[in-house]
């Protein structure tokens, strides 16, 4: 069945209370996985899209030790899984300490040697974005394991720019188009990870928000995917 993963990104405008309803309500509705982003701001690769435009913001959004605490405790009090995007060493220990044991590489950082192979050894599940890597590293990271997804690293991306049959190659999707459509189709294709931003409202500050999905778009996602999942269970019962 495919993994549903709500990526919160810096959609929490580093505000707690924020970050709490943001798992209570996904948790609610039946996403696997609602996703953090865990960085130093003055580690952050520098090829990371508009870096030293968004650099004062990645700072006011940094989570500290504290907040990962938080967060963690947060999605096992909801029975949902956390999920954190590391960006540096460091940063992935942090996670790791706090007893989690699946993490997420960003685009950017595919190509991190030192990152992917710490956590690689480090954590029972590495998930890596693809949109900004080469063909070679994408199979040097099927090699290795690694969960490799289906990303154009657009921000938002045209559904007219994804090809579906080049990701049907991959393990999953992380889908930056403006609605879920093209998510309807990855959860179709069997993909094991469909991965959405997730915001509470697309109103908030912040240049992610609109291409984000709010609750009762991953209500209708997660609704999707149990209706394939069912269709699935019956067609397997009347062949047998």
Not at 88 to 98: C, F, K, M, W
Not at 117 to 129: G, P
Request: a negative charge; glycine letters at 4%.
């Amino acid at each position: 069945m495919t993994k549903i993963i709500a990526d919160a990104a810096c959609n929490h405008l580093g505000n707690r209370k924020i970050m709490q309803e943001m798992i209570e309500r996904v948790a609610k509705i039946g996403v696997d996985y609602i996703k953090f982003q865990s960085f130093h701001a003055d580690k952050l690769n520098p090829d990371w899209p508009d870096y030293e435009k968004s650099k004062e913001y990645y700072k006011s959004v940094e989570l500290s030790q504290d907040d990962h605490a938080f967060i963690i405790r947060t999605c096992r009090d909801n029975k949902i899984n956390p999920l954190f995007t590391v960006f540096d060493v460091e940063s992935a220990q942090t996670i790791r300490n706090l007893g989690v044991n699946i993490v997420k590489i960003a685009s950017p950082d595919a190509d991190n040697k030192e990152l992917v192979d710490y956590c690689n050894c480090t954590f029972n599940e590495v998930i890596v974005s693809s949109g900004m890597t080469t063909s070679q590293r994408i199979r040097e990271l099927r090699d290795m394991n690694c969960w490799v997804l289906y990303c154009i690293s657009r921000y938002p991306a045209t559904k007219e720019s994804i090809d579906f049959d080049k990701m049907a190659l991959f393990d999953g999707f992380s889908d930056h188009t403006p609605d879920i459509e093209c998510a309807k189709k990855a959860i179709d294709m069997g993909m094991e990870y469909v991965e959405r931003h997730y915001t509470l409202g697309k109103y908030l500050p912040g240049k992610d928000h609109l291409f984000s999905s709010t609750p009762d778009e991953f209500n209708e996602l997660v609704d999707y995917r149990n209706y394939v999942e069912k269709c699935k269970l019956y067609k397997t019962r009347w062949s047998g």
